[in-house]
């Protein structure tokens, strides 16, 4: 976790732990950003301008993906990335196969693998690029306090003697945090266009949404982000409420 302190999401986020039925985040157009449609049932929010959280009643995932946004025309997304599972789920075992990206065109992208990465010269300019740029992920709810780091990629050339490993555990109590690589397919490039980082639970699927934007979109963004965190959290609690009261 780097030693920096656990945040626990505020607002609507917290309205979790009194739903017991999932509900989706309705389309809408806020300051004139359209709010992401996921294709299952959960809640999701914008923590910063390059920062996501999207949970459901069994799995919870936050993004960073500033570098990725900074990557366009490139082949390769580096996404910043945490997961825990919510209280009473069992413990789960998350490999490489849990985690991939959608583009937007709806096709996935696998996580790659330690061999894809060592090819690619371990990718020192981008990785240099998300150590200037790192935006906080650390927004778990309070109840997983203890770290834990997501292994799946290693550069020998660091001198660290880290070693790469293809799955880690995750319980309600821990939260794990760690850099994810994926390459596009051949011919393929980074392009502004709504992408999703897809985190398979045990039970259920969580859809983080990100887009990469152009840099007058991120101007826009960046002028209208509190109206737009006001108006999309007052949305979304709007529907927790309504799923509530459905039970």
Known sequence: ????????????????????????????????????????????????????????????????????????????????????????????????????????????????????????????????????????INYFPNQGSQGCPMLFFSDPASGTGATAFDQFELSWQRSCVGRLFFKLPEGQTIQPGQYWLVVKFTGSTVEVPFSIMTKQEVKNFQKNWKSIKKEHDAITKQKAAEAKAQQ
């Open 1 to 136: 976790m780097n030693g920096r302190k656990i945040q626990m999401v505020v607002g609507v986020a917290l309205l979790i732990a009194g739903i017991a039925t999932p509900v989706v985040v309705a389309q809408e157009v806020i300051q004139g950003v359209e709010i992401p449609q996921p294709t299952v049932p959960e809640n999701f929010t914008a923590m910063g301008v390059f920062t996501r959280v999207a949970y459901n009643n069994e799995g919870w995932a936050t993004l960073g993906y500033r570098t990725a946004n900074d990557s366009q025309g490139k082949d390769w997304i580096l996404l910043e990335v945490g997961v825990t599972v919510i209280k009473p789920s069992p413990n789960v075992t998350m490999t490489r196969d849990n985690f991939a990206v959608k583009l937007p065109d709806g096709s996935m992208v696998p996580l790659a693998s330690q061999q894809e990465f060592a090819a690619a010269g371990y990718l020192r300019g981008m990785v240099r690029r998300g150590d200037a740029n790192n935006d906080s």
